[in-house]
């Protein structure tokens, strides 16, 4: 994977991208503010990688992500911020309220797989055990 999209800067989405980054991976981050968080903007910045490609050094310089200001659910926003990547990794979340969940997650979530289907790209959809509380 050369490019991917990572929606969402919060604990998991500065998590992926910092790991795609440090694999090599050109990252955008798309969150609704523009804005990355101190572990995406500083830290991912000049990080030198393993390389795969032999080097004289054996490493490989990776570029900071692009922030892109977006809004998930908004599938213009969306397909501009996803052109030309190889895979999207979904990590924005609705707030932690079912009742908002019932609202929020069906718009975002189709958006996000239309996007992928129209770009013939994968999505990575990282999720959690909360939807399973009360089984």
């Not at 989405?13 to 910092?18: K, R």
């Not at 990080?47 to 892109?68: D, K, L, M």
């Not at 998930?72 to 052109?83: G, H, I, K, P, V």
Request: aromatic share 4%; charged share 15%; hydrophobic share 40%.
């Amino acid at each position: 994977m050369k490019t991917a999209l990572v929606i969402g800067n919060g604990q998991i989405g500065s998590e992926i991208a910092a790991q795609l980054i440090a694999s090599g991976t050109d990252v955008r981050i798309a969150t609704r503010s523009g804005r990355g968080s101190s572990s995406t903007s500083a830290g991912a910045t000049n990080t030198t990688a393993p390389s795969e490609a032999s080097s004289t050094a054996g490493t490989t310089t990776v570029s900071a992500p692009t922030h892109i200001k977006a809004d998930a659910s908004d599938r213009a926003q969306l397909a501009e911020s996803a052109a030309g990547v190889d895979a999207i990794f979904a990590c924005a979340h609705a707030p932690y309220d079912s009742r908002k969940w019932e609202q929020v997650l069906p718009r975002l979530d189709a958006a996000i797989l239309d996007t992928a289907a129209d770009l013939g790209i994968p999505v990575v959809f990282p999720e959690s055990v909360y939807a399973f509380a009360g089984l």
